[in-house]
């Protein structure tokens, strides 16, 4: 997809979105509808069924859709869900403050007991809002497994629009006409079935039409494996460099599942390579896993790539494990035998951990490739650079023509921040800064 076919791509987006959320608050102006009531009230309603529709919505953007990610690129959307969900929430709750604000006597409604079934089934779908904002927010503090949150995530979330729906039958406005209560199922029906095709239908498409196996785990320096995957009769994913996917391994629906980006040339369709740095849980597990073991890919996603932002020449910049799109950019450009200039600063704790130094020296036959490595401990005859990558070490070293190029950054967040604010300072325009980072969660 082409910068114009993306933005024209992003518009239509946003448009249907808007077109989306505000059209059940124009589905309660269409008569029949309920008379008499003050003002304050409709407005609430208003605002309940349009922040219900926000969270339906919701259920679209984590679907991982690709005509829907393509133009902004998946983080992007994932961060828009963070906000939509709060603000949502925010405008959810206003509906029930105003109706007791209307009418205080109506604070009854808020005790089980005393209640009726309507507001039972608000309190679940507000209380499983509540649950889904505060561990979604504080899942690190809460020290949630990731997988755990994950599945809790959905469980909550399902039940928050089935209670929301539920309650809105029940309080019987504006449903009282059989096309509208047929809107609304079908909306609430459209949302669970995004859920099956997320959660059965698209693994079990993996598993029969696209099954990977692992053919070789190989040990690379810093802790790190390169993981490769084998398409299993095929024609594999094709992917941009720098792109990402989602790995399962062992079985198609597992919830644990993690982003990796592809480490190995774009010219490799039926063979792909993950660098994998072991960091955690199941990064851990990655040197033990056995050749033949099964994989599934969810991919390929993100906008962290070269191809969309051509350039006269480019500067890649990696702290750690952010290595592994920076390989895959230049192992593409040296099987494209692409003869534009790069620049690559990498930064790391030390000489020995420098994942796939040697691969890089040797790319430098094969590309107008410069390197610099910056190590935080250096060897004591070390003559490179040291430290932490800042701007003096940008600076020595960046082509005086900046204009012209594109900056990739990936690597660790302070690092990331340091050297965006350092770019922006030189000159640099945002919009030639591209950053991927690894923490989508
Ligand atoms: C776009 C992208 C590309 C990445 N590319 C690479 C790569 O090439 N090489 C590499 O080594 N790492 C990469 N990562 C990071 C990698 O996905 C995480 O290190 C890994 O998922 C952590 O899992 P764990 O169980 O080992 O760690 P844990 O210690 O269990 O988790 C550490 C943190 O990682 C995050 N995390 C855990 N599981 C997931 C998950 N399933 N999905 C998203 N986040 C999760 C959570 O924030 C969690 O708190 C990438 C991440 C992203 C977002």
């Known amino acids: 997809m082409n910068q114009v076919n993306r933005m024209i791509s992003g518009f239509f987006w946003i448009a249907l979105f808007l077109a989306v959320v505000l059209l059940p608050v124009c589905l309660l102006l269409v008569a029949p509808t309920p008379s008499g009531r003050p003002f304050w009230l409709e407005f609430s309603l208003a605002l ?4 219900m529709t926000q969270i339906a919505v919701q259920f679209v953007l984590i679907a991982r859709f690709k005509s829907l990610t393509a133009p902004y690129g998946i983080d992007v959307i994932l961060q828009l869900h963070r906000h939509l969900a709060l603000v949502a929430l925010a405008v959810i709750l206003l509906h029930p403050l105003i109706i007791l604000i209307d009418n205080p006597s109506r604070l009854k409604l808020l005790n089980p007991l005393s209640g009726n079934w309507a507001s039972r089934f608000a309190l679940v779908s507000v209380l499983c809002l509540l649950i889904l904002a505060g561990t979604s927010l504080f899942r690190e503090k809460l020290k949630l497994n990731y997988e755990y949150w994950r599945f809790s995530h959905l469980v909550f979330a399902v039940l928050a629009i089935v209670s929301a729906q539920l309650h809105v039958f029940l309080a019987g406005l504006y449903t009282n006409s059989w096309w509208k209560q047929a809107i609304w199922i079908t909306a609430t029906s459209a949302m669970l079935a995004l859920v099956l095709h997320l959660r059965l239908i698209k693994p079990a498409w993996q598993r029969g039409r696209q099954p990977w196996h692992i053919s070789e785990v190989r040990p690379e320096r810093g802790e790190t494996w390169t993981l490769v995957l084998e398409a299993d009769r095929h024609a594999g994913m094709e992917f941009l460099p720098g792109q990402f996917a989602w790995l399962k ?17 774009a010219g490799s369709r039926t063979r792909l390579e993950f660098g994998i740095k072991a960091l955690g849980d199941f990064t851990s597990t990655i040197k033990d896993v056995e050749p033949g073991t099964a994989a599934y890919l969810d991919g390929p996603h993100g906008a962290f790539c070269i191809d969309r932002y051509p350039a006269v020449g480019y500067v890649f910049i990696a702290g750690g494990i952010g290595i592994t799109p920076m390989l895959s950019f230049l192992r593409s450009m040296a099987d494209r035998k692409d003869p534009r200039p790069i620049l690559l600063f990498y930064a790391d704790r030390n000489w020995e951990d420098l994942a796939f130094r040697e691969e890089l020296e040797l790319l430098k036959n094969r590309l107008d490739l410069n390197l610099v490595f910056v190590l935080e401990e250096p060897p004591d005859d070390w003559q490179g650079e040291q430290g932490k990558i800042n701007s003096e070490i940008l600076e020595r070293h960046l082509p005086e023509e900046l204009i012209h190029r594109n900056f990739f950054v990936c690597g660790p967040a302070p690092m990331m921040n340091a050297v965006q604010d350092a770019l922006l300072e030189f000159g640099v325009s945002k919009t030639s800064i591209h950053l991927e980072r690894f923490n989508l969660a």
């Open 48 to 51: 309940g069924f349009f922040g």
């Open 249 to 265: 391994l062992g079985g198609a629906f597992t919830l644990k599942e993690h982003p990796f980006s592809f480490s190995s040339s």
